[in-house]
């Protein structure tokens, strides 16, 4: 069973930065998938960005191309950097995780506010 837990959102202003951080437990495998997605209100749930576990093949949502970043560290945590924020990217973020490149994601963590001002 993996848990993710995500933490880092909060109230920013437009341009800032931010890092989210999503932790991972459980067994993870070189083969897993793990995304971030955000849903904004009234709006469906969008990718943002996914990364496998090893690391490698990182693909981005053209709408934050650029300025967002995901990336692992040593430790069983996916980041996303976010830099260059604007009011649009308002939204709750979620880390989800899959066993493969293919299917839907099977995991997902509660999720973290972020909030971009003008």
């Known amino acids: 069973q993996v848990q993710l837990v995500e933490s880092g959102g909060g109230l920013v202003q437009a341009g800032d930065s931010l890092r989210l951080s999503c932790a991972a437990s459980?067994?993870?495998?070189?083969?897993?998938?793990v995304g971030w997605f955000r849903q904004a209100p009234g709006k469906e749930r969008e990718f943002v960005a996914r990364i496998n576990w090893s690391g490698g093949s990182p693909l981005y949502a053209d709408s934050v191309k650029g300025r967002f970043t995901i990336f692992r560290d040593n430790t069983k945590t996916v980041y996303l950097q976010m830099s260059s924020l604007k009011p649009e990217d308002t939204a709750v973020y979620f880390c989800?995780?899959?066993?493969?490149?293919?299917?839907?994601?099977?995991?997902w963590g509660q999720g973290t506010q972020v909030t971009v001002s003008s």
């Open positions: 459980g067994r993870m495998f070189s083969s897993y998938r």
């Open positions: 989800a995780a899959k066993l493969s490149p293919t299917g839907n994601y099977e995991y």
